[in-house]
C-alpha cells in the first residue's frame, strides 16, 4: 500500500516567492497533519484537519501560512511570502480518526529560502 | 500541558552493545498514549510503537523493547545487540485523550550512533 506522498521532496525558493507544498494521505486516513522540523525548534504541529476540517491551526506562524485540504485525498501547505526562516522541513502525515491511533509520516519536503 | 522529555541528546555505542534510549513524560490526562518513531539519516519518520496509559505490559518486538512504568511517566525504548542499521534519532511522542486533542506532542529526540 502506498503511505503519505509529499510533493515537491525538495525545494528552493527565492525569498518572497510563493511555496506551495502538497500531500496525499493514505487512503481511508481521515485526519491529516503537517508538522515542520527545525534544528532550533524540532517538530512542530503546525495544523491539522479531521475530515477535511480544520480543527487546530494555532501552530501556524502566522498569516503568511495557509492549508487547505479541498477533498480527502489531498492537502496544500502555501507559504506566501516565504522568508528564509521559513527553511525546514515540512512533514505530512495522516491517521485513522480517533485519538488512539498513530500517524504515518510521509517522506517530507526539505525548504530552502535563500 | 503535556511534555516529553528526552535528556539524551546523543549517544554513541559500538555494535552489538545493548542501548537504553530514556522518555520521560508530563500530563495531566489520566487517558493518553505513548509513541516511539524513528527517524534515519535518510529523513523519514518510521512508526515504532504505540501504548496507552492503561497498559503497562512491557513489549518485546525482535531486539526493540519497550519499558512503560506510570509511576514513574516514563517510556523507556531498549535496542538489544544494536547494528549499524539502528543509527537514527528516535522521537518519543505524547498524545493526550481529553487535553490534546489529536495532536501529537514530541520530545527532542535521541541521536543513535551505532559504530562498528
Known amino acids: 500500500d502506498a503511505g503519505v506522498i509529499q510533493s515537491p521532496r525538495h525545494e528552493v525558493t527565492e525569498m518572497g516567492q510563493e511555496v506551495t507544498l502538497r500531500c496525499k494521505p493514505i487512503s481511508g486516513h481521515n485526519s491529516l497533519f503537517w508538522y515542520r522540523q527545525t534544528m532550533m525548534r524540532g517538530l512542530e504541529l503546525l495544523i491539522y484537519f479531521n475530515n477535511n476540517v480544520p480543527i487546530d491551526d494555532s501552530g501556524m506562524p502566522e498569516d503568511r501560512f495557509s492549508a487547505k485540504m479541498p477533498n480527502a485525498s489531498f492537502s496544500t501547505l502555501k507559504i506566501q511570502p516565504s522568508e528564509p526562516r521559513d527553511s525546514a522541513v515540512y512533514f505530512c502525515?495522516?491517521?485513522?480518526?480517533?485519538?488512539?491511533?498513530?500517524?504515518?509520516f510521509g517522506p517530507g519536503t526539505r525548504l530552502t529560502v535563500t | 500541558a503535556q511534555k516529553v522529555t528526552q535528556a539524551q541528546t546523543e549517544i554513541s555505542v559500538v555494535e552489538k552493545e545493548d542501548v537504553t534510549l530514556d522518555c520521560v513524560y508530563e500530563?495531566?490526562?489520566?487517558?493518553?498514549?505513548l509513541f516511539w518513531y524513528k527517524q534515519p539519516p535518510s529523513g523519514e519518520l518510521v512508526f515504532l510503537i504505540r501504548r496507552n496509559s492503561f497498559d503497562e505490559q512491557n513489549e518485546i518486538s525482535g531486539r526493540y523493547s519497550w519499558n512503560f512504568q506510570k509511576s514513574t511517566s516514563s517510556f523507556n525504548f531498549t535496542i538489544t545487540a544494536s547494528q549499524v542499521v539502528d543509527s537514527a534519532v528516535y522521537f518519543c511522542?505524547?498524545?493526550?485523550?481529553?487535553?490534546?486533542?489529536?495532536?501529537?506532542?514530541f520530545g527532542t529526540g535521541t541521536q543513535l550512533k551505532v559504530e562498528l
Open positions: 500530563t495531566r490526562d489520566t487517558t493518553y498514549y
Open positions: 511522542a505524547l498524545k493526550e485523550l481529553t487535553g490534546g486533542g489529536n495532536k501529537l506532542t
Open positions: 502525515a495522516s491517521s485513522l480518526g480517533r485519538s488512539s491511533y498513530e500517524q504515518y
